[in-house]
């Protein structure tokens, strides 16, 4: 009986063996693909709502993908666009690099002219008061230059001049900062130093008359009468009706009445004749107290 059992057992296990071995194998259901234009929509979508780290998962696919075609650059820039979206320090740097990194490989590329007007505008989100630190405004004027010298004819260069021109005021800006630090400090020399690079390197600073004006108050305050008149006289040809100017007829009275002063003091002390020595007469050297045995 055990031995009808085992016989059954092994049949079953060849049968269903045999069976097994010649079943066809099954067929693999094709995967279907998202299309990288859908998943750069997607990717913008999710950038509209905020939602930039899943948005730039979506970019990510399609640098990737083979066949991403145009789409390739343009989820490269995406992905820096979504850095900036998120707009803080760390955020913008990341931008940056992101940007650069493309222009690096692709310069000539269509949309090399935006990424680089890019760079400078993130610097340009960084730009605190004049009285702060100053980098972000130097690489910001920089980037836009650069804009402009390799791209003169991007639709951005028009935008990027205009915001040259408020850098300026704000680099100007700080020079004059500095140079009143300078002057109330009694330093009137180092702070002149600094009002004259303004007008030399802002030459188009909104308020020209106020830096000659502070250029001779600190002449005044060196001495310097002759080039103190000089600047407050250019405060008034420039702004004549202004307060600037008000300011500068009243130094020049100022300057007029110190100059008498000092003219009338100098007429009026008398020459002091130097006494000279008795040379014939030798000084006679005192007696200390120790030298008692001295005769």
């Not at 913008?92 to 760079?119: D, E, G, K, V």
């Not at 502070?214 to 040809?237: C, P, Q, T, Y």
């Not at 307060?243 to 002091?272: F, Q, T, Y």
């Amino acid at each position: 009986m055990k031995r009808i059992f085992i016989i059954v057992g092994i049949f079953s296990l060849i049968l269903f063996f045999g069976c097994h071995k010649n079943r066809a194998p099954k067929r693999a259901e094709p995967i279907e693909l998202t299309s990288v234009e859908e998943l750069y929509e997607k990717g913008q979508t999710y950038i509209k709502k905020h939602r930039t780290q899943t948005a730039r998962k979506y970019f990510e696919q399609i640098t990737l993908r083979e066949d991403a075609g145009d789409y390739g650059p343009k989820a490269e820039i995406a992905i820096a666009d979504s850095y900036f979206a998120e707009k803080n320090i760390d955020s913008f740097a990341n931008a940056i690099s992101r940007y650069q990194t493309f222009i690096s490989f692709h310069a000539m590329h269509p949309l090399a002219a935006y990424c680089q007007y890019q760079i400078g505008f993130c610097y340009y989100k960084e730009v605190d008061k004049p009285d702060r630190d100053i980098s972000p405004a130097v690489y910001s004027k920089d980037a836009f230059k650069k804009l402009i010298e390799n791209y003169p004819n991007s639709e951005y260069v028009a935008d990027a001049k205009n915001k040259i021109k408020e850098l300026d005021n704000i680099l100007a800006a700080h020079e004059i900062y500095i140079g009143d630090f300078y002057l109330r400090s009694s330093h009137p020399t180092s702070a002149k130093e600094r009002y004259k690079g303004v007008l030399q390197m802002y030459p188009d600073y909104w308020n020209i008359p106020l830096v000659h004006l502070r250029i001779a108050e600190a002449a005044n305050m060196e001495g310097n009468f002759d080039e103190a008149r000089e600047h407050l006289n250019k405060v008034i040809e420039l702004s004549p009706d202004s307060k600037r100017a008000k300011e500068a007829a009243k130094m020049m009275d100022s300057l007029g009445k110190k100059e008498a002063k000092i003219a009338k003091k100098k007429l009026e002390s008398p020459l002091k004749e130097k006494k000279l020595p008795d040379i014939d007469k030798p000084k006679e050297k005192k007696k200390r107290w120790w030298m008692f045995w001295r005769h």
